[in-house]
């Protein structure tokens, strides 16, 4: 499959899509930032990360933060919820729009989570509408970063839960695998889904990503709900060496149990359905 085909999501509950070997994953093209964000209505929320602030925005890998010790790269399928994610995970409903203006959609967007911790944004993989730009940019920066930059600790790949594993999904995981950093899965939008096909999704997935090669862990996540928020943080934090514990899994019975005093830190409901 061409780098710069748009691909159309897996719609198989299982997951399973044959293994594309190839290529590495598109980025998109601007999109602009979304509009409106709902306030919280719950400003007591426990955010895990509430000193994320916007840093930089990187273009050539030499301009990555040099007093990083340690920093955690998120990437995902335009669309899939990843700036939301991050907005949740921060407490801040605008924050990771940064990295959807002009300029900054196709570079390393950092935000700094504490004193030499970095969260770092990725573009977003799947709408690719100048394939030239897209596969220079891998070869000189993603690519480049993906697999030299030493203080990156973990990836974190955020995937619709209702059509998880894309192929770019694959080609993203198979290429980053034998890097042999740990990657964590957050299938997001889990209030999409009931709870009997949330358990189905998160067994599926988890079986499908067991022989990956690199080690690897999923969950259900919610930024409407603020579901699966303490699991994701409990395993960042470890990555960023900002405590010793993880938490083990509970996301085959979380992501819709939020209690109804949860809300949203981020904007739901528009566009969601590409
Ligand atoms: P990104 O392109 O991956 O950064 O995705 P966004 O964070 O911008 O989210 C894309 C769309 O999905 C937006 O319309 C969001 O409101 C919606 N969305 C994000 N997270 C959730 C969620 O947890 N639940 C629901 N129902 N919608 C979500």
Request: proline content about 7%.
């Amino acid at each position: 499959m061409s780098n710069s085909q748009t691909l159309k999501s897996s719609t198989k509950t299982s997951a399973k899509s044959t293994p594309k070997k190839t290529g590495a994953p598109a980025g998109k093209v601007l999109k602009q930032p979304a509009t409106g964000p709902v306030a919280p209505k719950n400003p007591g929320h426990d955010h895990p990360f509430p000193r994320t602030e916007f840093l930089t925005t990187v273009a050539r890998l030499r301009d990555t933060p040099g007093d990083a010790v340690a920093e955690v790269a998120f990437v995902g399928r335009s669309n899939a919820g990843k700036s939301s994610a991050i907005n949740t995970l921060a407490g801040k409903t605008r924050l990771a729009y940064v990295s959807k203006t002009p300029g900054r959609t196709q570079h390393l967007n950092y935000f700094s989570v504490a004193p030499d911790r970095y969260f770092v944004d990725l573009p977003g993989y799947g709408f690719a509408k100048v394939p030239e730009d897209v596969r220079k940019q891998w070869d000189t920066l993603l690519g480049p970063y993906l697999q030299t930059r030493e203080q990156l600790k973990g990836l974190v790949v955020i995937m619709d839960s209702r059509r998880p594993l894309t192929d770019m999904d694959w080609q993203m995981l198979e290429w980053f695998a034998p890097t042999g950093r740990p990657v964590h899965v957050l299938l997001s939008k889990a209030d999409k889904l009931s709870r009997q096909e949330q358990t189905t999704m998160l067994r599926a997935v988890k079986a499908d990503l067991a022989d990956l090669g690199c080690p690897v862990s999923v969950q259900l996540f919610s930024s409407l709900k603020r579901t699966g928020v303490a699991e994701a943080a409990s395993v960042l934090k470890h990555w960023l060496g900002l405590c010793d514990n993880v938490v083990e899994s509970t996301s085959s019975d979380d992501a819709g149990s939020a209690p109804d005093a949860t809300v949203a830190a981020i904007d739901v409901g528009r566009n969601d359905d590409e």
